[in-house]
């Protein structure tokens, strides 16, 4: 596969995570019923306990909390485990798997031919890794595919982010799809105006000027947007409507959640 | 949807870093982004939301690049050292780090909780680096020098493996800070001597090039395609593009000197002709005809014909009519042939370039003043017809 098609490639998936994503925030499920403003502070409070406990069991139970609240938001366990899960084990399992040998401590056991030992203190730590890359993982995947992206830029501001980093944020999301699309435009011309192979220099020219047109018409983009706000009246000033209400359920859960996170902590320690 | 991507191996993930350093590294960064945007509404206002948004989207773009290696291999660049070059270091640290909070709110790319982590490696310590490299290597050469493409080429290489050696830093420091009980690394459970070399090992050999080739080649299509995109970290050249098209490469000296060299050394062998026997053929004057010695070297030069017995009629009119300052090659008072020879010449060299700069000087076009010149080009493009009255409004 040539570096036009990989990129080609990683530009429709970069295009089908979103369109997911945003399909899946309309679902009727339990997190999507949610007040954003809680489920944003809920997930991202579990997110700290799973990076600050020093129990694996805790690291655990975060997990398996995680895995009961996409089951009931009707995430599917079989996306999550080939796209989050089996990913992780790729990456940061391979990281982690030198650690029971390299790590000093006591030996428990010794690989029979190879004649390595494994330390219990270096099988520990390959666990609280991968545990803790897991359970984050699907906790901020969990806010994403439950979420509307424009309903986790509104939660931001309850946590007090500057209100021109919110709308920045808005529109950079915006522009990615834009871009994106623009960018897979032009790979799959260029594709099609191909024959045969190119050198490895001339390869490297053609995706270096690609980048740099991308650069330009980025440019261009600004400024026609910059005119486009100036002429709709933007002085400067940003306002973000927030209409969100609280319902029973939503109480309900922030109670769950101040209960797991303080739990959480407590046994963490 | 592929939350825990391989190809982006810069970015780390939230569970290997240990709360309080990731904390660390947000308070280190937080100076940075203040600092960043306070310079850039001075100089924006109005116009940062759509440059800082357009730009971040670009960065994230190209995050997904796959770039052609030397070798035959493909790999990932993360853009900094083109973001720091054309967009300056501030805007870039806003760009990229806005591009980082993207991709790990929305696409599940790099942690939460690591965001800034990953921001000062990559979007400060990344940005900062590679403005510093580009500008030094770069120096004062002209827009379209290649030297620039070289500075920028090696600044994102810098740049890419001075981040990848401050997250190997905070990754190998884990372990000797953050144990459970029993003595197990609770995060990244591999020491410096293990994190330093896997990291480097890694970025100086391939992720490096991904950046170099990047960088390297971005600026040489905008040295072709839109050099005005490349002023902002260039302040020193004032030229304008059309100009710098004209003399490709180099800066006036270098390119000059090879000419100024060569007619230093015809200056100082001009008394050459003086070694050589025997008259230059044709350059004879009116009397040489009518002298005895002077025949038999004009028919020694013309294969023993011989000359006419009398100078021709129109070389005896023309002869008076012009007579050379320095009769002979030597001003009456110089009695060494030899220095008569070289005054000469540096005397007739001077007229000539005399000469030449009076007459560039009378059809010589205005040139743009420093502060035209040095305009934020890649800011003020399109011109912004409320800046003023917006100023501070944000």
């Known amino acids: 596969m040539s570096f036009v098609e990989r990129t080609l490639s990683n530009l429709v998936n970069g295009m089908e995570r979103a369109l997911y994503a945003e399909d899946l925030a309309k679902a009727d499920g339990l997190l999507q019923r949610l007040d954003p403003r809680i489920k944003v502070i809920g997930l991202l409070s579990l997110?700290?306990?799973?990076?600050?406990?020093?129990?694996?069991?805790?690291?655990?139970?975060?997990?398996?909390?995680?895995?009961?609240?996409?089951?009931?938001?009707?995430?599917?366990?079989a996306v999550l485990a080939k796209?989050?899960?089996?990913?992780?084990?790729?990456?940061?399992?391979?990281?982690?798997?030198?650690?029971?040998?390299?790590?000093?401590?006591?030996?428990?056991?010794?690989?029979?031919?190879?004649?390595?030992?494994?330390?219990?203190?270096?099988?520990?730590?390959?666990?609280?890794?991968?545990?803790?890359?897991?359970?984050?993982?699907?906790?901020?995947?969990?806010?994403?595919?439950?979420?509307?992206?424009?309903?986790?830029?509104?939660?931001?501001?309850?946590?007090?982010?500057?209100?021109?980093?919110?709308?920045?944020?808005?529109?950079?999301?915006?522009?990615?799809?834009?871009?994106?699309?623009?960018?897979?435009?032009?790979?799959?011309?260029?594709?099609?105006?191909?024959?045969?192979?190119?050198?490895?220099?001339?390869?490297?020219?053609?995706?270096?000027?690609?980048?740099?047109?991308?650069?330009?018409?980025?440019?261009?983009?600004?400024?026609?947007?910059?005119?486009?706000?100036?002429?709709?009246?933007?002085?400067?000033?940003?306002?973000?409507?927030?209409?969100?209400?609280?319902?029973?359920?939503?109480?309900?859960?922030?109670?769950?959640?101040?209960?797991?996170?303080?739990?959480?902590?407590?046994?963490?320690? | 949807m592929c939350y825990a991507d391989r190809r982006i191996v810069m970015h780390i993930p939230d569970g290997y870093l240990s709360p309080t350093t990731c904390a660390a590294l947000y308070a280190a960064s937080a100076p940075f982004w203040y600092v960043a945007l306070r310079r850039l509404k001075r100089l924006l206002t109005t116009r940062l939301i759509p440059l800082l948004s357009v730009f971040a989207a670009f960065s994230f773009l190209v995050m997904m690049f796959n770039l052609p290696l030397p070798?035959?291999?493909?790999?990932?660049?993360?853009?900094?050292?083109?973001?720091?070059?054309?967009?300056?270091?501030?805007?870039?640290?806003?760009?990229?780090?806005?591009?980082?909070?993207?991709?790990?709110?929305?696409?599940?790319?790099?942690?939460?909780?690591?965001?800034?982590?990953?921001?000062?490696?990559?979007?400060?310590?990344?940005?900062?680096?590679?403005?510093?490299?580009?500008?030094?290597?770069?120096?004062?050469?002209?827009?379209?020098?290649?030297?620039?493409?070289?500075?920028?080429?090696?600044?994102?290489?810098?740049?890419?493996?001075?981040?990848?050696?401050?997250?190997?830093?905070?990754?190998?420091?884990?372990?000797?800070?953050?144990?459970?009980?029993?003595?197990?690394?609770?995060?990244?459970?591999?020491?410096?001597?293990?994190?330093?070399?896997?990291m480097m090992i890694g970025h100086l050999s391939f992720a490096g090039l991904a950046e170099l080739v990047l960088s390297g080649g971005v600026v040489a299509y905008f040295q072709r395609a839109n050099p005005s995109f490349l002023k902002l970290t260039a302040p020193g050249v004032t030229r304008d593009d059309e100009e710098l098209l004209q003399v490709p490469g180099r800066g006036a000296w270098s390119t000059m000197k090879p000419l100024w060299t060569a007619l230093a050394l015809l200056l100082a062998l001009t008394p050459l002709g003086i070694l050589g026997g025997g008259a230059a053929w044709g350059e004879w004057a009116a009397r040489d005809f009518s002298d005895a010695a002077a025949r038999g070297r004009i028919a020694a030069a013309s294969r023993n014909l011989a000359p006419p017995a009398k100078a021709p009629q129109g070389l005896e009119r023309l002869y008076s009519l012009w007579t050379a300052p320095f009769p002979q090659y030597a001003p009456a008072f110089v009695r060494r042939p030899a220095l008569g020879y070289v005054l000469s010449a540096m005397f007739g060299s001077g007229f000539i370039i005399l000469g030449f700069l009076i007459v560039s000087a009378m059809f010589a076009r205005p040139r743009p003043t420093a502060e035209a010149g040095n305009k934020f080009s890649v800011f003020s493009e399109p011109p912004e017809p409320q800046h003023r009255e917006h100023r501070g409004s944000q």
Not at chain 1, 50 to 74: D, N, P
Not at chain 1, 128 to 156: D, F, G, M, Q
């Open chain 1, 47 to 77: 997110l700290i306990v799973s990076a600050t406990a020093h129990r694996l069991w805790v690291i655990g139970v975060v997990f398996a909390v995680a895995v009961s609240m996409a089951v009931m938001s009707r995430v599917s366990l």
């Open chain 2, 71 to 198: 070798g035959g291999t493909t790999g990932h660049a993360v853009g900094v050292g083109i973001a720091a070059i054309v967009l300056g270091p501030w805007a870039s640290i806003l760009a990229l780090s806005i591009a980082l909070l993207i991709q790990a709110l929305f696409f599940g790319d790099g942690g939460v909780t690591t965001l800034g982590a990953n921001c000062f490696n990559m979007a400060i310590v990344g940005s900062l680096v590679a403005y510093l490299v580009y500008r030094l290597l770069a120096g004062r050469a002209a827009i379209t020098a290649p030297r620039r493409v070289v500075a920028a080429a090696l600044a994102g290489y810098t740049a890419i493996n001075a981040s990848a050696f401050c997250a190997a830093l905070e990754l190998g420091i884990q372990p000797l800070l953050f144990r459970d009980p029993s003595g197990a690394p609770l995060y990244a459970p591999y020491p410096l001597s293990i994190a330093l070399p896997a």
């Open chain 1, 83 to 269: 796209r989050v899960w089996v990913a992780i084990l790729l990456f940061t399992g391979v990281i982690a798997l030198p650690a029971p040998f390299i790590v000093p401590g006591r030996e428990v056991m010794r690989l029979p031919l190879l004649d390595w030992g494994v330390t219990a203190q270096g099988l520990a730590s390959a666990c609280y890794l991968v545990a803790r890359v897991e359970t984050a993982a699907t906790l901020s995947v969990l806010l994403i595919l439950c979420t509307p992206w424009n309903h986790v830029l509104k939660a931001l501001r309850v946590l007090k982010v500057p209100v021109v980093l919110v709308v920045t944020l808005g529109m950079t999301y915006r522009y990615i799809l834009l871009l994106l699309q623009t960018a897979h435009d032009m790979f799959e011309s260029r594709r099609s105006r191909m024959v045969g192979k190119l050198e490895g220099a001339e390869r490297r020219r053609v995706a270096a000027a690609s980048a740099g047109v991308l650069m330009s018409k980025s440019l261009q983009l600004s400024g026609e947007v910059y005119r486009a706000m100036l002429s709709r009246g933007f002085r400067g000033e940003v306002y973000v409507l927030d209409e969100f209400q609280t319902s029973t359920i939503d109480w309900i859960m922030l109670a769950v959640f101040v209960m797991l996170v303080s739990g959480g902590f407590y046994f963490g320690r």
